[in-house]
C-alpha cells in the first residue's frame, strides 16, 4: 500500500506542477486589438433555434475590432435560419448562407466550417460553435492575442455552465487535461505537432494561413477539430497558442449526463481511446486522481500511509481546486473529482472497447461511417 501510495503521490505531482506553471503563463497574456483588420465570427449551425439569437446578440455586441458574422444554416429543420434571418434583416453586419449537401468523406461541422471560411472577408476567421456566447472584447482580443504572438491559429476554452449534475461530472475534464497536462511554455518555443491543443468552441486562425495549409479541408474526416486542426498548422511550420478564454466566451455544450456521455464518445477515438495512448492515461490519471481517495480510506482502515496517500489525494483536489478557480467553473464540482476523472475513464475504455457498427451517430444526428 505504501508503494501505491508513493506512485499515487508521484503521479499528483506531474499536474499540478503543470497546472501551476500552465496557469502563470496564461495569466495576463495582453493581446492588443488590431483596429483595422476585419474580424470573420463565423457559426455552423443545424438545428440551433435555442441557441442562435443569443449567441448572434453577444457575437454583434463585440467591440475593439470591425466584425462581420456569418452563419451557416447546415440543413436545420426548425426554426434557425428564420431567426437568423430576421436578425439579419436589422443589422447589415450578419449574414445567412445555406450550406451545400454534405459531400462524402466530410463530418458536418468541418464541411459546414470549410464553407464559412469561403464566404468571409476577414483578416482573421473565428469560429465559434452555435452555443457559444462571445464577451464583447472577446473577438478583439483573441486578434490581438494572434498578431501579438506571431501564431496563425489562437484558441481557448470558454467558461463552461453546468447545469446538471451529468454535466458537472464530465465537462470540468477539459480543462483538466489541456492544463494539467499540456506544457503550454513548450508548446510555445517548439513547433512540434503533437503539443498542438485548442478547443474547438472557440477557434481564431489567421484567413490566409489557414487556407494555406487547407483549413478544415485537411482534417474533412475528422471528429475532433480541437485536436486535429492546431495539428495541421504546425505540421505546415506555423505557430498556435492558447489564451485563458473564461472571460472571453461562455458555453453550455450539453444538458444532461446522456449528452455528455455521447458528446464525448464521438471523438473518444481521436483523443484518448486508442490503444497505445489510453493504457498510458489510465496510468496518469487514474493514479494520479482516482487511487489516492481509495488510499486514504485504507490507510484509515489501518493498512498502508496515511500521510503519503492523504498528500496525493491534497494535491489531486488542489490541482483541480486551482484549476477550477482560475476558468471560474463551479466549485461544487471540485469534492467530485476523482469520480468525474473514473467516469471519464470509463467513458474512453468503453469507447475504445465496444463494438464498432456501421456507422455512429454524430454532429446533430447525422450518422458517418465508423473509422
Request: charged share 15%; proline share 7%; glycine share 8%.
Amino acid at each position: 500500500m505504501t508503494v501505491l501510495a508513493l506512485l499515487a503521490l508521484a503521479l499528483a505531482l506531474l499536474p499540478a506542477w503543470l497546472a501551476l506553471a500552465n496557469l502563470l503563463a496564461l495569466r495576463g497574456k495582453p493581446g492588443a486589438p488590431v483596429p483595422d483588420g476585419l474580424v470573420s465570427i463565423l457559426i455552423p449551425a443545424r438545428n440551433e433555434a435555442g441557441n442562435i439569437g443569443p449567441t448572434l446578440a453577444a457575437a454583434l455586441a463585440s467591440t475593439g475590432v470591425p466584425i462581420e458574422v456569418i452563419v451557416a444554416d447546415d440543413h436545420s429543420t426548425d426554426a434557425t435560419a428564420a431567426i437568423v434571418s430576421a436578425m439579419a434583416a436589422r443589422d447589415p453586419r450578419l449574414r445567412l448562407i445555406a450550406v451545400p449537401p454534405l459531400p462524402p468523406g466530410w463530418t458536418g461541422k468541418n464541411h459546414a466550417c470549410h464553407v464559412l471560411a469561403a464566404a468571409a472577408a476577414g483578416r482573421h476567421l473565428l469560429f465559434i460553435d452555435a452555443d457559444v456566447r462571445l464577451a464583447p472584447r472577446g473577438a478583439a482580443f483573441l486578434a490581438g492575442a494572434a498578431v501579438a504572438a506571431g501564431a496563425a491559429l489562437v484558441s481557448g476554452v470558454p467558461r463552461q455552465v453546468t447545469a446538471s449534475w451529468g454535466e458537472r461530472l464530465t465537462v470540468p475534464m477539459i480543462n483538466l487535461l489541456l492544463l494539467g497536462y499540456l506544457p503550454i511554455a513548450l508548446m510555445r518555443r517548439l513547433r512540434d505537432p503533437a503539443l498542438g491543443a485548442a478547443c474547438g468552441q472557440l477557434v481564431l486562425v489567421e484567413a490566409d494561413a489557414y487556407r494555406r495549409v487547407g483549413g478544415h479541408g485537411a482534417i474533412r474526416e475528422s471528429l475532433h477539430d480541437g485536436v486535429r486542426l492546431p495539428r495541421v498548422f504546425r505540421t505546415a511550420g506555423l505557430a498556435t497558442d492558447l489564451v485563458a478564454a473564461s472571460d472571453l466566451a461562455t458555453c453550455r455544450m450539453y444538458t444532461d449526463f446522456r449528452q455528455a456521455w455521447a458528446g464525448f464518445s464521438k471523438n473518444a477515438h481521436e483523443g484518448l481511446a486508442t490503444p497505445r495512448a489510453l493504457p498510458v492515461w489510465t496510468l496518469l490519471l487514474g493514479g494520479g486522481h482516482v487511487l489516492p481517495l481509495p488510499l486514504v480510506i485504507a490507510a484509515l482502515l489501518g493498512a498502508g500511509s496515511l500521510p503519503v496517500a492523504a498528500a496525493a489525494l491534497a494535491l489531486s483536489l488542489g490541482t483541480r481546486a486551482a484549476i477550477t478557480l482560475a476558468t471560474r467553473e463551479d466549485p461544487w464540482t471540485i469534492a467530485l473529482h476523482p469520480l468525474t476523472v473514473a467516469l471519464a475513464l470509463a467513458l474512453q475504455w468503453n469507447a475504445l472497447l465496444r463494438p464498432r457498427r456501421a456507422g455512429v451517430a454524430t454532429w446533430k444526428g447525422r450518422t458517418y461511417p465508423a473509422a
